[in-house]
Each structure stands twice: as structure tokens, then as C-alpha cells.
Nanobody, 127 residues
Framework: HVQLVESGGASVQAGGSLRLSCAGSGYGAGIACMAWFRQAPGKEREGVAT???????RYSDSVRGRFTISKDTTTKTTFLQMEKLQPEDTAMYYC??????????????????????WGQGTQVTVS
């Protein structure tokens, strides 16, 4: 099964940048749909970006134009480059994987219920 470990969270000033990383391992890590979600205290978990096996990406309206999701298939690592960070981006960020079989995942859903593997989260604080 896919296992995920996030890193890169930090405290930054508004207008700054951060790059989150999600190291994937286990069977299916290279062909799953990958996504980044975030959850702020007292709010529901929000899908912010996803990338499928083909490399097709999708973003939430709240981050489009500021965040970029990418992946390195060799290392099975997924990245979230975040630019122009604002205080409202403060949240715990989670990496998630959706494995749909040996042919790979080609979906672009940002519905958390579609993802079955989750990392432990990494905190991003913008002030």
C-alpha cells in the first residue's frame, strides 16, 4: 500500500513562498492520483490541488495562480509550490493518494472521500 510522508511546512510572512514535499512509497505510489488538502482550525478539509498519472492538474479557486502541484515520478515525490502566501493559507497541509488499479489513476477529483491514503500533515503558518 502507498505510504506518504510530508515535509516542508514552516512559518512565513505574508507574501512569502514555501514548497511542500510528499514522499511516496509502497505499491502503487507511482501511478496513483496525488493531491494536497488543507484544514484550518474549525474549518472543513479543503482540496487545493491534484495531479493524476498523466500529469493533468486541477486547483481550487482559492489557490489557482498561486500554488503549483508537480511530481517527480522517479522518486515518487509530489510537490506543492506555494507563492504569495496569505494568512488565510494557514492550515495543516495533507498529502493524499488515490490508487485505482494497475492501469493508474487518471481522475482529477478534489473530493477527500476519493482518496484512501493520507500523510500525517505538515503545518503552514502565514502571518
Amino acid at each position: 500500500h502507498v505510504q506518504l510522508v510530508e515535509s516542508g511546512g514552516a512559518s512565513v510572512q505574508a507574501g512569502g513562498s514555501l514548497r511542500l514535499s510528499c514522499a511516496g512509497s509502497g505499491y502503487g505510489a507511482g501511478i496513483a492520483c496525488m493531491a494536497w488538502f488543507r484544514q484550518a482550525p474549525g474549518k472543513e478539509r479543503e482540496g487545493v490541488a491534484t495531479i493524476n498519472r498523466k500529469g493533468t492538474v486541477r486547483y481550487s479557486d482559492s489557490v489557482r495562480g498561486r500554488f503549483t502541484i508537480s511530481k517527480d515520478t522517479t522518486t515518487k515525490t509530489t510537490f506543492l509550490q506555494m507563492e504569495k502566501l496569505q494568512p488565510e493559507d494557514t492550515a495543516m497541509y495533507y498529502c493524499a493518494a488515490r490508487y485505482t488499479g494497475i492501469s493508474g489513476c487518471y481522475a482529477t477529483s478534489l473530493d477527500s472521500a476519493s482518496f484512501d491514503r493520507w500523510g500525517q500533515g505538515t503545518q503552514v503558518t502565514v502571518s
